[in-house]
């Protein structure tokens, strides 16, 4: 079984930042990448920013500049640095890890967190 614990939601005013945590746990092969998605109220999820195991990393365009995603490849973690928030950044954020649970599992799978709220006051 495989658990992804977040960290480090709260309320802050815009231009202030937080730091999100993500830390994979359980059975757990491989992970071939690992990010944070989020949806705010009325809308579908979006993706934030992922990363693979290599260190390559994806942003969405109104998250470029602002947002900054790392990865502690031996601790399972990614860490999401939030600077310069806006209030259409408030959401509920969701940790997504794409992995291989087993040595003979036969393909990866996607599991998710339970989600952390971040909520970003004008």
């Known amino acids: 079984q495989v658990q992804l614990v977040e960290s480090g939601g709260g309320r802050v005013q815009a231009g202030g930042s937080l730091r999100l945590s993500c830390a994979a746990s359980g059975s757990i092969f491989s992970i071939n990448a690992m990010g944070w998605y989020r949806q705010a109220p009325g809308k579908q999820r979006e993706l934030v920013a992922v990363i693979t195991s290599g260190g390559d990393t994806k942003y969405a365009d109104s998250m470029k500049g602002r947002f900054t995603l790392s990865r502690d490849n031996a601790k399972n973690t990614v860490y999401l640095q939030m600077d310069s928030l806006k209030p259409e950044d408030t959401a509920v954020y969701y940790c997504?890890?794409?992995?291989?649970?087993?040595?003979?599992?036969?393909?990866?799978?996607?599991?998710w967190g339970q989600g952390t709220q971040v909520t970003v006051s004008s």
């Open positions: 997504n890890a794409v992995l291989k649970p087993g040595p003979y599992s036969l393909g990866e799978y996607n599991y």
